[in-house]
């Protein structure tokens, strides 16, 4: 246990066995809600919960081992949405592509990591358009939670409105989403998890889903595993170039963001206000993404519900090792897991009632950073306000985005603010430009 430092942070293999396991029961609803999601892609259910316990159980092994940090990871939130709905439905990407523009942003990031040059990247975009992609991303992350409920629906003239209510796959899905939110109020950890319980425990009474055991061999990772394409690549194509853009955005803000609130909740940052060993964290992160691309997942990131292991008296890489457990273990679940997460087919259409809760939740937790945009200064808010309201209306998280990062030097031009603006951040909004212009 030496290579944690347990005596030196004032920890034990006791306190760090504690903030693991919390970290864990706070996060796995990820294994649950990502099959749901990426299976509507056309993937194998079966195989894309292999990938995602496999890449998060690897990714926080090696930040726990590596970086010695507190912090679990798993694919994120939002990456999936924009994999999913953005990518593979939206503009017709096969997933096998989708899945490897996921593992090029994965390199990327990890040369980015290895060279320090992350810095350059980050200075490029824009506070209030980091800001207003979060929250944008938990708005459609939220919008689509409403759909699978069944709490909204789309009429004949594919305009949304209020779904039916009594009926028994949203009442269900009321019920959850109202269980957690009692949960996350009371401040209750692993609420999420508690409330998709909850929900399957009414599911399973009334015969909505059926039981089929809670252990069994993993599933297979053959339908998935190493089937990434890189022909978007070597074709230079422009949908492909772009889907690797806005992963690497995603993922890189993602990670810095939670790696710098994590580290602040748990008192790790240095006299400097940085965070340990950040590097070695980020290529954490990289080898995690990587991993799962080719085993068949969305990018891996950082999770911030890490924070509530801290709480729980986490404090080295060891609570990271014991999470990493956990996820494989999950693996000899999947009976649960598939309960949970396959859906519910009702007159030709699949719900998800039971994942669909922890969607509205997380997307409502995401519109927090809201508060960081400084809405006074109107050049950097009607930027901001593009990318907030056009990725959940545009239903396309890189669509939106472009929005605002086309709009946002024009309005720095228009107030004489244009030295504000970094190179970078002038190429990418004309290749947005030209993308949309030309192809």
């Known amino acids: 246990m030496a290579i944690f430092k347990l005596k030196s942070s004032g920890s034990s293999v006791g306190r760090e066995f504690r903030g693991g396991t919390v970290t864990f029961i706070t996060m796995a609803y990820i294994i649950f809600v990502q099959p749901a999601v990426l299976s509507q892609a056309g993937m194998d259910f079966g195989a894309i919960t292999f ?42 990407m096969m997933w096998q592509d989708a899945l490897g523009a996921v593992f090029v942003a994965g390199i990327i990031f990890l040369l980015l990591s290895l060279f320090k040059l992350r810095k350059i990247v980050l200075d490029a975009i824009p506070v209030p358009l980091r800001h207003a992609t979060a929250a944008g991303i938990g708005l459609f992350i939220a919008f689509i939670g409403l759909s699978e409920a069944g709490i909204v629906v789309k009429n004949p003239g594919a305009i949304v409105q ?153 404090r080295t890489g060891l609570s ?58 109107m050049w950097k808010a009607l930027p901001a306000f593009l990318t907030l309201i056009g990725i959940p209306l545009t239903y396309s998280i890189a669509d939106g985005m472009a929005l605002g990062f086309v709009a946002y030097p024009i309005c720095a031009v228009a107030a004489r603010k244009s030295k504000e603006v970094n190179l970078l951040m002038w190429i990418i909004a004309a290749l947005f430009v030209i993308r949309y212009a030309f192809f």
């Open 51 to 92: 990938a995602t316990c496999i890449s998060a159980a690897i990714a926080t092994l090696v930040m726990g081992i590596y970086a010695n940090l507190p912090i679990a990871q798993a694919p994120g939130m939002g990456e999936n949405f924009f994999f999913t709905f953005s990518i593979v439905l939206g503009i017709g």
């Open 162 to 314: 209020l779904g039916d209510l009594t009926a028994p796959h949203t009442l269900l899905a009321l019920f959850g989403l109202f269980v957690i939110m009692i949960l996350t109020v009371r401040k209750v950890p692993g609420a999420i998890l508690w409330g998709i319980l909850s929900s399957l425990a009414i599911a399973l009474i009334f015969g909505m889903v059926k039981y089929s055991g809670v252990f069994s061999a993993p599933p297979s990772p053959s339908p998935t595993f190493w089937k990434f394409s890189l022909k978007g690549l070597f074709s230079l194509n422009t949908s492909f170039l772009v889907a690797v853009f806005v992963f690497l955005y995603m993922d890189m803000f993602d990670t810095i963001g939670t790696l710098f609130a994590v580290s602040d909740a748990g008192n790790l940052l240095t006299e400097k206000g940085e965070i340990p060993r950040a590097n070695r964290a980020l290529v954490s992160d990289a080898v995690g993404t990587v991993v799962g691309a080719i085993f068949g997942t969305s990018t891996v990131t950082s999770f911030i519900e890490s924070t509530t292991g801290i709480a729980a008296g986490a």
């Open 320 to 377: 990271s090792v014991f999470v990493a457990i956990f996820f494989l273990l999950a693996l000899f679940m999947y009976p649960i897991i598939k309960m949970v997460g396959a859906g519910i087919n009702v007159g030709g259409t699949y719900f998800y009632p039971i994942t669909a809760p922890a969607l509205i939740i997380v997307g409502a937790m995401m519109t927090k950073t809201l508060a960081k945009i400084d809405w006074s200064k």
